[in-house]
Structures are given as C-alpha cells and as structure tokens.
C-alpha cells in the first residue's frame, strides 16, 4: 500500500464490512424466511439460483473471521443484522438462538479489541413482512422501530456505533423501480412509497436508539457519480436528476426536511398521502454520516418515461462487476456532503472496494487490481483529510467473499478468498498489503 496509518491522524479508523445474508448462512439457526430467499428461489432473479441458505457460513466460523479482522490490524469490524434471524415473522415471537448469535459476536469483537459498528437492516426482510406489503407499507416504520427495541436492547450497550438502514437507494429504487433486488417490482408508485417509508423507518429506529441511552448513531447512504454522456443540455439535465434520484434525495431528506424538486417532479404524484408531515422525524440528528462508494454512470438522455434517460457504456477501467473505477467521485462526494450537507459532522467511508476475477493458485491469490482499486481511493481520502473535511474512518467491503445478491457467489469483493465449496479461508495480497500499511 502506498499510504499508511501512519499518513492519517491518530485517531483515523480503519475497518471492513460485511453483511448478515451475504456470509451468515441463513438457513441455520431457526432464522425466518427472507425476501431474498423467496426472490432467489424465482428463475431468473439470481445468477445460477445462488441463495444465502450456507454463504460462509459465518453464523458458525464467525471466530474465526474475526481473528482474520483482527489479524489484518483493523479497528473497526461493520456488520449487520438480520430481522428475521431475531424476529422470524418480523414482528412478534423473538428467536433467542438469534439474539444469542449477535451477543456472542460482539463479544467476540470486543474481546479482540475490534469496535463493533451495527448495521440493523442490509435487505433481509422478513417474508411475513413482504406479505404485507414490506416498504410499501407505511406500518414497516413502526414494525423497524420494534425490531430495533428487540435488537439494541440485547446488545446496544457494547456497540461502538449504530446506523438503521444500508444503502437507502438499493432498499427503494433498485428493488422496486429496476426490480434488480428483492422484491424485483419495476413499479413508480411502489418506488415512492419504498423510498420515503425507508426513511421514515430510519427516523423511528433512531428515536428507538436515543431511547435506550445509545450514542454515535448514524446513517449510511450509498452514492454515484454521475457525468453527462456529451455536452448538451439534455445529457446535463438527465444526469443531474440521477444525480437527485440516487444522491440528493436521501441527503436532502436526512439534513434538509425536504426531498428535491426535480426528483419530485417525477415522484410527486405517487407519494404517500401527508409524507411532509414525517420530516421531523426523519431528519433527526446524527452523530456521523457513512458514504458507501463504488463507481460513477454515464447518463444520456432519451424519449422514456420520466426519468427519461439511460446508462452508457464508459471509458474508463472497469472491476468485474462492469462498474467504472473512478476514485475522483469519491473525494467528491466527501467534500459535497461536507459542505452542502453534513456541515462539520463527522464523515466515514463505510464501504468501498471492488469485485475481482480472482483465483487461488498454489494456495495464494494475486489480487493487484484491488490493491490498485484501494490505494487509488484511499488516496482520494487523505486528500480529504488534508483539506480538513472531517474523514474520520475508511471501511472497505468487504472481508471476504460472499453472496453478491443478484450476482450470487460469481463476484469477488474479499480481502480474502472463501472456496464455496469446503468454505477455506484464504487471505488475499490485498489482505496482506493492508495488514502491513496498518500495523501499528
């Protein structure tokens, strides 16, 4: 690695993330049916049918990923928890053998001297839930805010930081307006519900938090740059309401009280009925802003539906996930959520990384593009830092191999290498190459 921990302050924290569904193994345990479980199940939802029914079965080998977290010298080890693990019907019964998981794992963190950052939804909803509606329903917010009691109560003492809901967009618009993620509706009015009921849900689990006594909440939005296919005012105007559909609306939702006219303009008429109404509950307070952050699009514009545009093909390198290594978008987006948002809060990259075509051969993986990939970004970052934005943690997802959710398991994101077949852990270079730049 070309920078070091030494290259950052002190008290700059580096971690990985991982996610409950992707690595737990979720058909163990007496965890309850989730959407993914059903959406995979459906031809042509998921690469080769993959589930998350073994993944890595971390729900079992969960200490020794954690020496792996340890040994490679991270701070901060950001996980998440699966609602129908705790509470297989999403509301009601709780299943102690769940509870009794998440206790054991953050003790286990602790115990080796890891900060345990909770994540309390990345996507697994309860199917029950789905039956009823799931984000389409404005009931899911109270629904989240007892699963939030249930979860925080059990270990909301020991967590160093919380956040309620992964990636707000993927929850919203690419699982209800793409139909890519569960529950794969390709819907307007389905959309707005999800994309506003999923802050809302983000509002009523911090008030639950605050409740219990809990502090460093936070929120983790994920973001992509969006450039102009060509000069013209239409290509322009069509990657800035990207830009608004994908960026804006959350930020401005979360800091703001309000979601932006141009994305509204499309999403207006298919809103709950007195959604204004709910801002001040979803705009409560945060200790900490999370920036999950990939890759850029090129948006050109066309004669569809609203939001009448495109994506095309770019220039640049891709990982193979087809998705444009663009660091610049990263720096970006610190600097704009610092100054047009956050306004001094503190900021965390709380996921980035890239897939990777990579292979064990002799028992080692040369994995140098993710190297590349994260001393680029990393970078980008210290840039950052050095011009006083307040960057106060770099967490790349992800620690190891796992379920990629459409993708299922044909996608690399690891610092190490997992067979899916005997489930051997395998450090990377990458892994290595990190290990070394944190040593303390």
């Not at 459906?42 to 080769?48: I, K, L, S, W």
């Not at 009601?92 to 001297?113: C, H, I, K, Q």
């Not at 740059?225 to 959350?250: H, I, M, V």
């Not at 952050?293 to 514009?301: L, M, N, V």
């Amino acid at each position: 690695m070309k920078l070091t921990r030494k290259d950052f302050p002190a008290d700059f924290l580096w971690g990985a993330a991982t996610s409950s569904y992707q690595i737990e193994g979720h058909a163990q345990g007496g965890a309850g049916l989730t959407e993914w479980d059903t959406f995979a199940a459906t031809p042509g939802n998921v690469r080769n049918g993959d589930d998350g029914a073994r993944a890595c079965d971390h729900y079992n080998r969960w200490p020794e990923d954690l020496d792996l977290m340890r040994d490679a010298n991270f701070d901060v080890y950001r996980f998440s928890t699966s609602w129908a693990r705790v509470m297989p019907e999403g509301r009601g019964p709780v299943n102690a053998e769940g509870l009794d998981f998440y206790d054991r794992l953050v003790d286990g963190m602790l115990e080796r001297g890891l900060k345990p950052a909770a994540t309390l939804y990345h996507w697994e909803l309860p199917v029950p839930l789905a039956d009823m509606g799931g984000w389409r329903n404005r009931e899911i917010a109270n629904w989240f805010a007892d699963f939030t009691e249930v979860m925080m109560g059990r270990i909301g003492d020991r967590v160093w930081s919380a956040a309620p809901i992964n990636e707000p967009w993927c929850v919203g618009w690419l699982s209800h307006f793409l139909g890519v993620h569960a529950p794969g509706l390709r819907d307007i009015r389905a959309t707005a519900h999800a994309m506003h009921h999923v802050m809302l849900g983000h509002g009523r689990s911090l008030e639950v938090m605050r409740g219990l006594g809990m502090k460093n909440l936070g929120a983790v939005c994920n973001f992509e740059y969006a450039t102009p296919a060509d000069a013209s005012p239409e290509a322009q105007k069509a990657a800035t309401l990207y830009d608004g559909y994908y960026n804006r609306f959350f930020l401005s939702g979360l800091f703001n009280r309000s979601y932006p006219a141009d994305v509204m303009e499309g999403l207006g008429p298919h809103m709950p009925k007195g959604y204004e109404k709910d801002f001040d509950i979803i705009g409560k307070p945060v200790d900490w802003l999370g920036l999950n952050y990939y890759t850029r699009k090129i948006i050109a514009p066309d004669n569809g539906p609203w939001p009448g545009h495109h994506e095309v093909e770019g220039p640049l390198p891709k990982t193979s996930m087809d998705w444009e290594i663009f660091p610049d978008g990263l720096y970006s987006f610190l600097k704009r959520t610092h100054d047009g948002y956050t306004r001094g809060l503190p900021l965390y990259v709380t996921e980035n990384g890239m897939a990777n075509p990579d292979r064990l051969v002799n028992g080692a993986v040369n994995d140098q593009g993710r190297i590349d990939y994260l001393n680029a970004h990393i970078a980008k970052v210290k840039q950052a830092v050095d011009e006083g934005i307040p960057v106060k943690g770099y967490f790349t997802w992800s620690l190891m191999d796992n379920y990629e959710w459409s993708r299922g398991y044909d996608q690399r994101f690891g610092l190490v290498h997992v067979d899916f077949d005997s489930l051997q852990r395998t450090p990377k270079a990458s892994y290595h190459a990190m290990k070394a730049a944190l040593a303390r």
